[in-house]
């Protein structure tokens, strides 16, 4: 330690150096308060004894000016003066010292004194040191979170959004929400919802959820269906994530056409159908452990099903809503969420929601992310190609010359394992038949695929699906027999071609099944063509130029307008 | 109520006691703990007592899913024991009863 020993008699000066030579310390001096300040700067001692009373510039003085100049670090300033009045002291405190020892000096009590100042002294470092460290820390903290602020700003697709079928309210309990909505639609026209909590909250919650955003995304949009979806997403949160985190999530997807929703709920609260006239008519639990828990073998990606008759609403949360704590700590709870949500359509309830929940919170700390999701299950919205006539189309599809033909079989094995439809879709995109083309093109081949396997192969009855509880029957019928199904195929044909200039895809999808009394099916829906089962097939006859069905009823081909 | 952790070992079994609100903030003494379990010679057998418990969040269902997972490295057996109703209702949205025995 370097102590500073300003005195303007040479004999103390002396004394005190070889004194503290003596304990070990090295010491450097000046003889009045201008040098004093000079030393000080070239030397930066730890310590400074100074004498108060001093020609050219006194002790109070130079020590301002020391304290001046060197506002980054603390060195205590010892005084020594022949005044030991209150008057002194205060004067010299105020002038920055730190400390006041009478002279002649006890040079026992001067060893303690500088050992205590060297202590703090000590101390103080250690403070400015973290203090700065500190300061590094909350700047690079500063940086980085801007990043990931416009990282995560710009993940969630608001082109994607369906602002008349889908609200959703997200209220981050830090900076950043481990809580997201998204909403995205599929080439058939499905609409898919997504509600993801991941662990925590802020922004270790913020960046778990990542891999899920991009993943729903992109396969909604290339068509897998939900069952396959779910399975990506938990494959990628488990693979990406540490085993104490995860992702709790409903995911929904709505088939306006059908009036069908599927749900695997993971995880996340209770999901609610609620009747336009206030019921609360279907209540999905989580029903699996959230996402990136099991591995891939244990997953189960088994959705849940429900058709509507009555129009309703869709309602689910975050955990963060029922378990928001007042300021005595009594939480939202789910009784209060379902009093809220079971009142007509048109009634405010989103809002009103909202509103009572933030009163709920007011004036406590928010421990968890908060969200609330409602999604209409009405009228058909306005995008489905219902009204779209057929042939009139303006879009062209590629190069109109183009002309190509797929011919794909899947057997039993395959139409067990494959998610067939977004794969055949994958092709078509290569083909480049252009995206105004391609919805529809999906919800053909989707229907005449689905009508193969379902009623040609798996022999299941359509009649079921017109009972509201037996839809959930077909399904679990349908996953048995699929289980069972051997020696089969359906065939898939898609040829592009010119006719009279007109540029055309025909549709043909055949089975192996027995067949059906197509002709039968066809009368009937038209005699009554608001019931549920042959609205697809009804569908298709509206967007394509043709649809006819050969054989015993295996075969259906379909001939679409591409220009 | 202030939030605790306690171990003890016993033969061939350990109990982990928890106690007040189950969250993040009292995973070092999670940790700890359950550390001086596993560590224990012969233990095959993990009791976690949530009788106590008054509150979990979705970051304690993380740190029992490692635990879990530290425990099935070393063959114990892992049981979640005599949770509050409010803390049980939590469990079953996660679906722990796949994943815990819980009695």
């Keep these: ?563 | 109520m202030a939030s605790s952790v306690s171990s003890s070992v016993s033969d061939h079994k350990g109990v982990l006691s928890l106690n007040g609100r189950f969250d993040f903030s009292i995973h070092r003494d999670f940790r700890s703990n359950y550390e001086n379990i596993l560590n224990a010679d012969g233990v095959n057998e993990l009791e976690v007592n949530l009788n106590g418990v008054d509150y979990i969040d979705s970051s304690a269902l993380g740190m029992l899913l490692l635990l879990r997972e530290k425990a099935m490295e070393k063959n114990i057996q892992m049981k979640l024991l005599n949770p509050k109703d409010s803390v049980r209702q939590v469990l079953e949205v996660a679906n722990f009863g796949r994943l815990f025995s819980i009695a």
């Design chain 1, 1 to 563: 330690m370097k102590i500073l020993i300003v005195d303007d008699s040479p004999e103390n000066l002396l004394l005190l150096t070889q004194h503290l030579k003596t304990l070990g310390y090295e010491t450097v001096s000046a003889k009045n308060g201008e040098e004093a300040v000079a030393v000080y700067q070239a030397q930066r001692p730890d310590l400074v004894i100074m004498d108060v009373m001093m020609p050219v510039m006194d002790g109070y003085q130079a020590t301002a000016r020391i304290r001046h100049l060197d506002t980054a670090r603390w060195v205590p300033i010892l005084f020594l003066s022949a005044h030991t009045d209150d008057h002194e002291r205060t004067k010299g405190l105020e002038a920055g010292g730190d400390d006041y020892l009478a002279k002649p000096v006890n040079v026992f009590l001067l060893n303690n004194k500088i050992m205590a100042l060297h202590r703090i002294a000590d101390m103080q470092d250690q403070v400015t040191h973290y203090a700065r460290e500190l300061q590094a820390n909350l700047e690079q903290n500063r940086d980085e979170r801007l990043l990931a602020r416009y990282l995560l700003d710009h993940i969630i697709r608001q082109d994607k959004e369906e602002p008349d079928l889908v609200r959703a309210w997200v209220s981050p309990a830090q900076h950043f929400s481990g809580d997201v909505v998204m909403t995205a639609r599929s080439p058939g026209n499905e609409l898919n919802v997504l509600l993801a909590d991941a662990t925590g909250h802020g922004l270790s919650a913020a960046i778990s959820v990542i891999p899920v955003i991009e993943s729903f995304y992109s396969m909604t949009e290339k068509g897998f269906s939900l069952p396959s979806i779910v399975r990506e997403l938990n494959r990628k949160v488990k693979h990406l994530l540490p085993i104490d985190r995860f992702v709790a999530a409903a995911i929904i997807s709505i088939d306006y056409i059908d009036h069908t929703i599927r749900i695997w709920n993971g995880g996340a609260p209770e999901v609610f159908f609620v009747t336009d006239g206030g019921e609360i008519q279907r209540t999905w639990a989580s029903t699996h452990p959230a996402l990136g828990i099991l591995h891939d073998a244990e997953f189960d990606s088994t959705p849940q099903y429900f058709q509507w008759e009555e129009f309703g609403s869709v309602f689910m949360c975050s955990d963060g809503l029922p378990e928001a704590e007042d300021s005595s700590k009594i939480p939202f709870s789910m009784t209060q969420f379902k009093q809220l949500l079971a009142r007509p359509y048109g009634t405010g309830r989103f809002q009103l929601i909202k509103d009572s929940l933030n009163a709920h919170i007011e004036g406590a700390q928010q421990r968890d992310d908060i969200s609330l999701v409602t999604i209409r299950c009405g009228e058909q919205p306005h995008w489905l190609p219902l009204t779209e006539s057929k042939g009139q189309s303006q879009h062209t599809a590629g190069n109109i010359h183009s002309r190509w033909r797929l011919n794909l079989s899947l057997g039993a094995e395959e139409l067990r394992q494959l998610d067939a439809l977004p794969l055949i879709m994958n092709w078509l995109d290569q083909l480049q038949i252009g995206a105004h083309h391609r919805g529809q093109a999906f919800l053909v081949l989707g229907e005449l695929f689905n009508n193969a396997l379902d009623h040609g192969l798996l022999q299941l009855d359509s009649r079921f699906k017109q009972d509201p509880n037996g839809f959930e029957q077909y399904i679990n019928l349908r996953e048995q027999r699929l289980a069972g199904l051997s020696d089969c195929n359906v065939e898939v044909d898609l040829e592009r071609f010119h006719i009279e200039a007109q540029d055309r895809l025909r549709i043909t999808v055949r089975d192996s099944g027995p067949g059906f009394d197509f002709a039968g099916m066809i009368a009937k829906r038209e005699a009554k063509p608001d019931q549920f089962s042959g609205r697809g097939i009804m569908l298709v006859k509206q967007m394509c130029l043709s649809l006819d069905y050969s054989g015993k009823g295996n075969e259906a081909t379909a001939i679409y307008q591409l220009s």
